[in-house]
């Protein structure tokens, strides 16, 4: 038995804010979808050791791949939508931000 698996735990807090606030993300470890997490709240997932890639998703937009190294304990990381305040009233910038990443879903740490 792999005496890696599950050994830590990620901790993922998702920023509350007005857009997207009534849907879920998806979240992605190794292209893998693992959980959802809700608008203002935070998952814990056990994650093995190791490299690691980690993205979340919300229809067909996708966030930049954060890749993680895990060694031991906890790591915690932060994800949410860049398009807050003044910029949720600029025309256009959700449609052209859900076809840049970046510009439509981050995933940091925290």
């Not at 693992?34 to 050791?49: L, N, Q, R, S, T």
């Not at 890749?67 to 915690?76: M, N, Q, R, T």
């Amino acid at each position: 038995m792999d005496n890696n698996v599950g050994e830590c735990r990620l901790h993922l807090k998702r920023t509350s804010q007005f857009i997207n606030r009534l849907r879920n993300f998806k979240i992605y470890i190794d292209n893998v979808h693992v959980k959802d997490i809700g608008d203002g709240k935070e998952v814990v997932i056990p994650i093995d050791k190791g490299q690691h890639t980690l993205h979340i998703a919300i229809d067909w937009v996708k966030s930049e791949k954060l890749e993680i190294d895990i060694d031991s304990g906890e790591l915690e990381l932060m994800c949410g939508s860049p398009l807050t305040g003044v910029k949720l009233f600029i025309p256009f910038i959700t449609i052209i931000g859900s076809f840049v990443p970046k510009w439509y879903l981050f995933i940091k740490k925290a």
